[in-house]
Every structure is written in C-alpha cells, then in structure tokens.
C-alpha cells in the first residue's frame, strides 16, 4: 500500500483524485484549510481507515511523521471569482506552497505532481496550445495573481528536479467540470447550471464568441493518474481538445435542463482569454492518455449532480 497526500484533497479535483485512490486501495493523507475546498465533498471517506484529513495551510511547514510514497500538490483557488477574492493567499500558495511541497517531497523521497494550468498560456496567440508556447499573460493584470503564481510553481518545480533530483511531474489542467464544483465556483459550468436549473439568465461575458475546450473530470482523473506513474518529468496538457464557444455551451446547458433561461450579455472582463485548446499529441504518445467521455454524457452526470445538491440544500 502506498501513501499519497493529496493537498487542496478536499476542492473539486482533489476530492475525486482522494476517492480515486482509495477505491484502488491505497492510503490517502488529504491536507486542506477549506479556503475553496469543501470537506463535504469528502464525507464518504472521513470514516475510511485508510483516509487522513489535516486541515492545514500548506502556506505554513508541512509536517507528517509518516512514510510518503506521492503528494500531489493541488491547493490553490482556482477560479477567477476565487482568486480575485483571495489575490495574496493564491500568490503565497504558489510560491510558498509549492516551496513547501517540494522541501517535503525531497525529504520523503517522494514522487512530486504539480497541478498546474492552461493558464499559463495567458490570452495565447498560438492555437491550439502545445507544452513548447510560452505563453502571453499580462502579469500585473488581474488574472495575473493565479498565472504567475502557477508559472512560478512550474519554474520551482522542476528547479527541485535538476538541483534535487526529486521526481516531478507537472499536469497543465484545462478546463475541468463534473460534480463536486461548487454551485458559487464562478466558472461557466457551474453558474450556467445554477442559473438554468433555477430558470434564471444565463449570463454570458462579452459576445460569447470565446472558446473553451471541457474535459469531464473521469477524464482528467486517469490522465493525472497516468501522468503521477510515468517516468516523464517535464509539462504535459491534460484536457479535452474539442473546442467550443462559450455560447454554445451556455445553450446546450439550457437545453439539457429543459430551463426557460434566457442568455443575458455582460461585459468581458480583462484578460478574459479568446481561444483556449489543449494540443495532447504529448500526452497521447507519452501517457496513451485520451479524453473518452462526451460533452452531453458529462454534461447529464453534472447537472444530476447539481439537481440532487439543490435539493438537498432545501
């Protein structure tokens, strides 16, 4: 049995990452402050023997006595509602946090994933994006708080692997949906799905002409999988290349809940990104690592989702 400690293990990701590897048998220390996580999202696994919650900011020294085979570093908000909200927490947990993943990864031997983002692209002006584009991103921009701090956390981490030796791996994460996002995320999923279920507008930024490319969480679980077990150190994409326009999924959101929303237009915010698709002939050679879950198949499981926890809160 290997251990794994899993920080932000209670935030959307992290929660299912938690559950994935528990189900394989494996021990699962979950390390969170509940800044943007939600440790309901890990009630089923509080009462596992295997399963360790600490709730602890990883911002501050990580300590745990025991062996450690994998962490996997995913503490960070991670919307923009979120890290426009806490703009200095998301920056310490960036910089500092990763610091302090990495320090504890090299003093346990362990294996060492970063979640990082497509993100780090910025507003590309190479499309689709491959490992090998730079980026274009506006650093002192609002969004800048949440891209540098990942750009950041890539540079130290693979600092830790030529000086230390520490075996990493570094996820570029595209967007993700499925359940367990919270209903207040901020994303476009969630709040179009909040929105229709509750016959509300569907508010859209700017013309809505923008894209997005959404990769079911499943999806993204066996991808992150594959990549922690690899013997590949440097960035690989994870997301699912089928690009769409965010009026387009705003629409389909609509019509999957039967809603009687209509789209209403707000103004787009800076650095708001045009096109964002994920180039993973990388991951494809490297990981054998395909997205197989369709959007509809994954939209129906979300939006049961989202119904149930609607329900469940009245």
Not at 41 to 47: F, G, H, I, M, P
Not at 201 to 210: E, I, K, M, N, Y
Not at 248 to 273: H, N, T, V
Request: aromatic share 10%; with cysteine; charged share 20%.
């Amino acid at each position: 049995m290997n251990t794994l400690l899993i920080t932000g293990g209670a935030g959307f990701i992290g929660s299912h990452l938690s559950k994935k590897f528990i189900s394989a048998g494996e021990r699962v220390i979950c390390v969170d402050n509940l800044l943007t996580g939600n440790k309901n999202n890990l009630k089923e696994l509080l009462k596992h023997p295997n399963f360790v919650y600490i709730q602890h900011d990883v911002s501050e020294d990580i300590e745990y006595s025991g062996p450690v085979e994998y962490i996997l570093h995913f503490a960070s908000p991670a919307s923009p509602a979120d890290y426009q909200k806490y703009p200095i927490q998301t920056l310490k947990v960036g910089s500092l946090g990763t610091h302090n993943a990495l320090g504890f990864a090299r003093a346990k031997h362990a294996v060492f994933l970063l979640a990082s983002t497509s993100e780090v692209y910025g507003d590309p002006l190479v499309h689709p994006q491959p490992e090998d584009y730079w980026g274009n991103v506006n650093p002192i921009g609002p969004r800048g708080v949440y891209d540098e701090a990942k750009r950041f956390a890539e540079a130290i981490t693979l600092a830790y692997h030529r000086c230390h030796g520490v075996n990493v791996k570094i996820a570029r994460i595209f967007n993700t949906f499925g359940p367990f996002m919270r209903s207040n995320d901020g994303r476009a999923i969630p709040n179009f799905i909040s929105q229709a279920l509750s016959n509300l507008p569907v508010t859209v930024f700017g013309d809505g002409s923008q894209t997005r490319s959404f990769c079911y969480i499943d999806d993204l679980v066996e991808g992150l999988t594959k990549l922690l077990y690899s013997g590949f150190n440097e960035p690989v994409n994870l997301g699912n290349p089928k690009e769409m326009t965010v009026l387009e999924m705003a629409k389909s959101i609509i019509d999957f809940c039967g809603s009687k929303s209509k789209i209403e237009f707000r103004e787009l915010p800076q650095d708001d990104p045009r096109v964002r698709q994920p180039d993973i002939s990388r991951a494809k050679k490297i990981l054998g690592w395909k997205p197989k879950v369709s959007i509809q198949s994954g939209l129906a499981k979300t939006i049961e989702y989202f119904r149930k926890s609607a329900g469940d809160n009245r």
